[in-house]
């Protein structure tokens, strides 16, 4: 791979983090629940407010690295520290987003679905193309790698437990700090889990080819 195409791939990445930012954000402005990934850091959002939605997904995401060098221990790639400028830059995407839609009326359950459509269509266009990227992964899904290769189970069946831990984590979180109500956790996160994955297969569909050609 020739430094050119390699600055192009790191280039796409960051254009791919931003559109996972947006997407997030209009999940969270439509108040029916986010991704699974970023329901721990939404739930302490509601918490603390005076740190905002992106800035716990750094904090999140710091989490899930030490927790890869907990797991990998000698065997942890330095370069996999290049997690931290880009869960630098996926957090004030983030919250660019959240300034972008801050807007948006949201008062009608209608409205608030529609957010959510259209952030998981957003949120799955980003996340496909830092898989064409192919240069890092995010925090999560490095930390899913990393525990497949370590129980040598498949990455898909790892991934779906780990989602449901984050959504489990969210939850219990939830019911402790705020009395037995569960905050930031509804209906949006189950279909933001059941949908995004296909709708990522769509998009590779669509638009793998030709970005990889232009890549080249």
Not at 63 to 88: C, G
Not at 153 to 176: E, M, Q, W
Request: charged share 15%; aromatic share 8%.
């Amino acid at each position: 791979m020739t430094k050119k195409e390699l600055m192009k791939r790191y280039v796409l990445f960051i254009v791919g983090l931003f559109f996972e930012g947006v997407g997030v954000a209009f999940t969270k402005h439509g108040e029916l629940g986010v991704s699974p990934i970023s329901s721990v850091a939404n739930v302490m959002n509601s918490l603390i407010p005076s740190l905002s939605l992106g800035t716990w997904l750094l904090i999140w995401n710091c989490l899930l690295l030490a927790a890869q060098i907990l797991i990998l221990r000698r065997d942890f790639q330095l370069i996999q520290l290049l997690q931290i400028p880009l869960s630098v830059l996926f957090g004030a995407f983030t919250d660019l987003g959240m300034r972008m839609v801050s807007g948006i009326p949201v008062e009608m359950y209608g409205s608030k679905l529609l957010m959510l459509v259209i952030g998981i269509f957003i949120l799955a266009f980003g996340i496909e193309l830092t898989v064409i990227a192919n240069v890092v992964l995010n925090s999560g899904e490095a930390l899913v790698k990393d525990i497949s290769d370590k129980v040598k189970k498949p990455f898909g069946n790892v991934k779906v437990a780990f989602d449901i831990s984050c959504v489990v984590a969210a939850v219990v979180l939830s019911l402790i700090f705020f009395h037995g109500k569960i905050i930031g956790t509804r209906e949006g996160t189950i279909i933001s889990a059941c949908c995004t994955g296909f709708v990522v297969k769509l998009y590779a569909k669509m638009i793998s080819r030709p970005v990889n050609t232009m890549l080249a």
